[in-house]
């Protein structure tokens, strides 16, 4: 029997297509304003950034950021407009509503799992509890409103922000995260994806280019990457 193996040049077109999910451009070239939009936004925000995580080094609160960086990148604030007035009407009355709004693109259902997070754990309660408490006795809509008046607020997506990235630090404490870039890499494909995935499932989404929606060129964790060390360097 005559047994056909592929030639080099077959092999090695394998191998590109076996990569193209870990190669990506420049998503700071390609999106050039909204990547300067997004460090722009760092500079005219860090003093409340910097209150929201308690004095943090700057390091720190780069790292935080640029988790979020992204999608900053990406706002469109008249499709924020018509999303926020279309969740104060369907998310408020019944819950069944879920947009991505505000700068950072934060979901009612980002911040619900946050509170619960913040609520089963001794230390994050300390810490955040009364900030996230609502008035008792309020009913189920009051209490959507509240949740949606607080999204719709830059200043209380920073807040929500420094408790993921607290959440994120207690869900990752013992995966062996070293470096800032790892650790960002890993944070940003939670936040982008879901912060309750196996670490398995974290560093497979890492390989995946889906960001921006409308190209689907990028891969979220790397776009946040690039724009971290963009925010490093900056004057």
Same mark, same amino acid.
């Given at each position: 029997?005559?047994?056909?193996?592929?030639?080099?040049?077959? *092999?090695?077109?394998?191998?590109?297509?076996?990569?193209?999910?870990? %190669?990506?451009? #420049?998503?700071?070239?390609?999106? !050039?304003? $909204?990547?300067?939009?997004?460090?722009?936004?760092?500079?005219?925000?860090?003093?409340?950034?910097?209150?929201?995580?308690?004095?943090?080094?700057?390091?720190?609160?780069?790292?935080?950021?640029?988790?979020?960086?992204?999608?900053?990148?990406?706002?469109?604030?008249?499709?924020?407009?018509?999303?926020?007035?279309?969740?104060k009407k369907r998310y408020?009355?019944?819950?069944?509503?879920?947009?991505?709004?505000?700068?950072?693109? *934060?979901?009612?259902?980002?911040?619900?799992?946050?509170?619960?997070? %913040?609520?089963? #754990?001794?230390?994050?309660?300390? !810490?955040? $509890?009364?900030?996230?408490?609502?008035?008792?006795?309020?009913?189920?809509?009051?209490?959507?409103?509240?949740?949606?008046?607080?999204?719709?607020?830059?200043?209380?997506?920073?807040?929500?922000?420094?408790?993921?990235?607290?959440?994120?630090?207690?869900?990752?404490?013992?995966?062996?995260?070293?470096?800032?870039?790892?650790?960002l890499r890993y944070w940003?494909?939670?936040?982008?994806?879901?912060?309750?995935?196996?670490?398995?499932?974290?560093?497979?989404?890492?390989?995946?280019?889906?960001?921006?929606?409308?190209?689907?060129?990028?891969?979220y964790s790397a776009v946040?990457?690039?724009?971290?060390?963009?925010?490093?360097?900056?004057?």
């Amino acid at each position: 029997m005559l047994i056909l193996f592929p030639s080099i040049s077959v *092999m090695n077109n394998i191998l590109l297509v076996a990569m193209l999910p870990l %190669v990506q451009g #420049s998503y700071v070239t390609e999106f !050039k304003e $909204g990547s300067a939009a997004a460090v722009d936004f760092y500079r005219e925000w860090h003093a409340l950034i910097s209150k929201a995580f308690g004095g943090a080094k700057e390091s720190d609160l780069v790292l935080a950021y640029s988790i979020v960086a992204p999608e900053v990148s990406q706002y469109d604030a008249f499709k924020d407009f018509l999303e926020i007035g279309i969740m104060k009407k369907r998310y408020v009355a019944d819950g069944s509503c879920d947009y991505s709004i505000g700068y950072f693109q *934060m979901k009612p259902s980002f911040v619900e799992s946050l509170e619960n997070e %913040v609520f089963k #754990s001794a230390s994050l309660k300390k !810490k955040y $509890g009364k900030m996230l408490a609502y008035s008792r006795g309020k009913s189920k809509r009051t209490v959507r409103k509240e949740r949606l008046d607080r999204l719709s607020e830059t200043e209380w997506q920073i807040r929500y922000l420094a408790i993921y990235v607290d959440v994120a630090k207690q869900r990752t404490a013992k995966w062996g995260l070293k470096s800032s870039e790892e650790k960002l890499r890993y944070w940003a494909s939670m936040y982008n994806a879901g912060f309750y995935l196996s670490k398995a499932r974290v560093k497979q989404r890492q390989t995946v280019r889906q960001f921006p929606r409308s190209t689907t060129k990028y891969n979220y964790s790397a776009v946040a990457v690039e724009l971290y060390r963009r925010l490093l360097k900056r004057k």
